[in-house]
């Protein structure tokens, strides 16, 4: 038996569970001075974080429109999946300009992280799904 949702009590509940500044425009503005007084570029970040996260959706319905929906495989939507990719990389270097940093120090990053992460130097599902601490 399926138990019943009552989704006024869950709404009160998301809602108690939300940030002041989620909630409130004028705690969202004191946020935003808060941050720009500290140099950070939330403009910028956010440029960045929102970009990534439309333009991977996009490149992601093209690739479940091939896998599920018969979408065929041709020049034409690689040719799309490959704008949608300069898309990312966009808003990729965004957020390194906003971290003042660089691509290749991202890349090294990551490859370390990956080293440490698989030891023997290949994938292995059992240090996949159990990370050592700090591993993130």
């Not at 970009?51 to 093209?62: H, K, N, R, W």
């Not at 929906?69 to 939507?77: F, L, R």
């Amino acid at each position: 038996m399926t138990k019943q949702i009552d989704l006024g009590k869950y709404t009160e509940f998301v809602n108690a569970v939300t940030s002041e500044e989620s909630k409130y425009g004028g705690h969202f503005q004191d946020r935003l001075r808060d941050l720009y007084s500290k140099e950070f570029s939330t403009h910028r970040a956010l440029t960045a974080a929102l970009g990534l996260c439309a333009e991977s959706g996009e490149f992601t319905e093209i690739i479940k429109k091939i896998v599920f929906q018969g979408k065929p495989v041709n020049k034409e939507n690689l040719f799309h999946l490959k704008r949608e990719l300069g898309d990312i990389m966009w808003y990729f270097i965004q957020a390194c300009i906003l971290l003042d940093t660089t691509p290749e120090e991202i890349i090294e990053m990551n490859v370390d992280k990956l080293k440490s992460r698989y030891p023997g130097g290949e994938f292995d599902v059992h240090h996949s799904e159990n990370r050592r601490e700090g591993d993130l």
